[in-house]
């Protein structure tokens, strides 16, 4: 069983940058696709983007293609999202997610989650 610890949300102005980070325990780190995922008010739960077991594959949604970064300390159990170039509609709790597979880009792929972290970008 492994366990999720999202941190670093909060509330930035328009074009700020934050990092999320994501702290796991309970598993080998190592072996699981870590992927983020965001959901904001009355919207479905939509992907952000995913690292590959070591970290030397990221895939991301076009929507934040660009802005966002995913990197990964398996030394830490640690997974990150670097946000820059924030956005008024990158408002959203962000969630991160774990799977012992290929990558995945819908939420019903993934086994494991946090209980996420809030980010508001305001204008």
């Known amino acids: 069983q492994v366990q999720l610890v999202e941190s670093g949300g909060g509330l930035v102005q328009a074009g700020g940058s934050l990092r999320l980070s994501c702290a796991a325990s309970?598993?080998?780190?190592?072996?699981?696709?870590m992927g983020w995922f965001r959901q904001a008010p009355g919207k479905e739960r939509e992907f952000v983007g995913a690292?590959?077991?070591?970290?030397?594959?990221?895939h991301y949604a076009d929507s934040v293609k660009g802005r966002f970064t995913i990197s990964r300390d398996n030394a830490k159990n640690t997974v990150y999202l670097q946000m820059n170039s924030l956005k008024p509609e990158d408002t959203a709790t962000y969630y991160c997610?774990?799977?012992?597979?290929?990558?995945?880009?819908?939420?019903?792929?993934?086994?494991?989650w946090g209980q996420g972290t809030q980010v508001t970008v305001s204008s």
């Open positions: 997610a774990a799977r012992m597979s290929l990558f995945g880009e819908t939420s019903g792929e993934y086994e494991y």
């Open positions: 309970g598993g080998t780190f190592s072996r699981y696709v």
């Open positions: 690292s590959s077991w070591r970290g030397g594959n990221m």
